[in-house]
């Protein structure tokens, strides 16, 4: 499942890493919401490839993101 995140536009609620903390995390530099280093694709922080046993959370954290930044493709 890849996973990407319009880092630039995120409000930096913590919405989704409450949601899914196993792939969402806040960056300590910007404070906006990352892809935890396990699941980024070549270290950019707003690109991630999930294995399908964390869909669940990560489509939970996408629905439930009030700006609607994080977009899921199976």
Do not use: K, W
């Not at 919405?15 to 396990?38: G, H």
């Not at 999930?50 to 977009?71: S, T």
């Amino acid at each position: 499942m890849r996973v990407t995140i319009d880092r630039e536009e995120c409000i930096e609620c913590g919405t989704c890493y409450a949601d899914c903390p196993d792939v969402f995390e806040e960056n300590p530099e910007d404070f906006f919401t990352q892809i935890t280093e396990e699941y980024r694709v070549d270290g950019d922080p707003g690109v991630g490839e999930v294995p399908d046993d964390l869909a669940e959370c990560v489509e939970e954290a996408a629905y439930g993101c009030p700006v609607e930044i994080i977009h899921v493709e199976s």
